[in-house]
């Protein structure tokens, strides 16, 4: 069983950063996609991003493209979701998700992770 665990969510101005992580327990994340979803107050839940842990790949999804970046520590377990240049619109609840099925490409439906963590608030002030 796999144990997802974000951290690192925060009120932040427009035009701040803040880094979101995702550590796992009970299972090391190699051979996993990693993905980072969120949800704003009375919508569905989206794709921002996702990372093959076995090469580095990754995708995202056009809100975020060139703003948010994210990367992997074997050491550590753990899947950074680094948020730059924030905007209000990036407000919202943030989830690591992770499946350790045999997908090829990368997906973007939230159905296709079957390990998801508590989520983390993304508060971005102006």
């Known amino acids: 069983q796999v144990q997802l665990v974000e951290s690192g969510g925060g009120l932040v101005q427009v035009g701040g950063s803040l880094r979101l992580s995702c550590a796992a327990s009970?299972?090391?994340?190699?051979?996993?996609?990693v993905a980072w979803f969120r949800q704003a107050p009375e919508k569905e839940r989206v794709f921002v991003g996702t990372?093959?842990?076995?090469?580095?790949?990754?995708y995202y999804g056009d809100s975020v493209k060139g703003r948010f970046t994210i990367s992997r520590d074997n050491a550590k377990n753990t899947v950074y979701l680094q948020m730059d240049s924030l905007k209000p619109d990036d407000t919202a609840v943030y989830y690591c998700?992770?499946?350790?099925?045999?997908?090829?490409?990368?997906?973007?439906?939230?159905?296709?992770?079957?390990?998801w963590g508590q989520g983390t608030q993304v508060t971005v002030s102006s």
């Open positions: 998700a992770a499946t350790a099925n045999s997908i090829v490409g990368y997906p973007i439906r939230e159905d296709l992770y079957e390990h």
């Open positions: 009970g299972r090391t994340f190699s051979r996993f996609l």
């Open positions: 990372i093959r842990w076995s090469g580095g790949g990754t």
